[in-house]
Nanobody, 120 residues
Framework: QAQLAESGGGLVQVGGSLQLSCAASGSTFSNYAMAWFRQTPGKEREIVAVIDWSGDRTYNIDPGRFTISRDNIKNTVYLRMNNLRPEDTAVYYC???????????????WGQGTQVTVAS
């Protein structure tokens, strides 16, 4: 069965950088959009960035600091985060769905999340 697995989270100081990875298995997701969401305790899950596998459509809440990219051969999506702030602290989730969206609703597959903590 199709699965998504995030990695790359951890503890970083203010101003530091992290690169998160999302490895897809069980499916090539050739017709799927891939997205990164994040969630803080007590708050709803929110969009960070999303990319269509065609590469034609993207969305990014902070393109000055965040970059979403993909490696189609490895079936992996990345989220590069620079100049991290304490408010970026959250669990970051990878998701896959049949169409690009800023909402959680269309996404059928989710990873278990990876914790990002920005210390100040």
């Amino acid at each position: 069965q199709a699965q998504l697995a995030e990695s790359g989270g951890g503890l970083v100081q203010v101003g530091g950088s992290l690169q998160l990875s999302c490895a897809a298995s069980g499916s090539t997701f050739s017709n799927y959009a891939m997205a990164w969401f994040r969630q803080t305790p007590g708050k709803e899950r929110e969009i960070v960035a999303v990319i269509d596998w065609s590469g034609d459509r993207t969305y990014n809440i902070d393109p000055g600091r965040f970059t979403i990219s993909r490696d189609n051969i490895k079936n992996t999506v990345y989220l590069r985060m620079n100049n991290l702030r304490p408010e970026d602290t959250a669990v970051y989730y990878c998701a896959a769905g049949p169409s690009i969206s800023r909402s959680t609703m269309p996404y059928n597959f989710w990873g278990q999340g990876t914790q990002v903590t920005v210390a100040s």
